[in-house]
């Protein structure tokens, strides 16, 4: 039986490492805008996420957002949007991505408490679809359809 690994690449997908925190979360390096930053990989969350303290690093562009965003416990928080963004995970691409902005630190904090780093955003459910993403949960591998 051929391997799912052997599979996916065969239909062009590209594979990506995950790392499994400390917290049970899986965590992926990729670029934003050219820059390297750590993201949970999160198939709950609707919109891909960057801290407010990660703007400059990322050269993001920012614009107001009446959207209120909520998760893992916290609810209401304000946010902002930036467009036009390239996001890049090992040779796959993607160009004019929307991230969502807001605070981390309870995301973060969390994390550190329990002896994982934190991270510069979360990749969330917004770029698994256009991706076709596959994740390989016993080999801690991320498919991507390039």
Not at 13 to 35: R, S
Not at 87 to 101: D, N
Not at 125 to 146: E, G, P, Q, R, W
């Amino acid at each position: 039986m051929q391997s799912l690994k052997k599979f996916l690449l065969a239909k062009g997908y590209i594979k990506t490492p995950l790392t499994l925190t400390k917290t049970n979360h899986f965590e992926v390096v990729a670029k934003i805008n050219g820059i390297t930053g750590r993201f949970i990989l999160d198939t709950g969350a609707s919109n891909t996420c960057i801290g407010f303290d990660c703007i400059e690093h990322f050269n993001l562009e920012t614009e107001a957002s009446e959207v209120k965003a909520a998760g893992a416990g916290a609810t209401n928080m304000l946010t902002q949007v930036s467009k036009k963004n390239t996001l890049e995970m090992e040779s796959w691409k993607l160009k004019k991505l929307k991230i969502v902005l807001f605070d981390l630190t309870h995301v973060n904090s969390a994390l550190t408490i329990h002896d994982a780093l934190p991270v510069h955003g979360i990749i969330g459910a917004d770029v698994l679809k256009k991706a076709k993403a596959v994740i390989d949960y016993n080999k801690k591998t991320l498919f991507l359809k390039s």
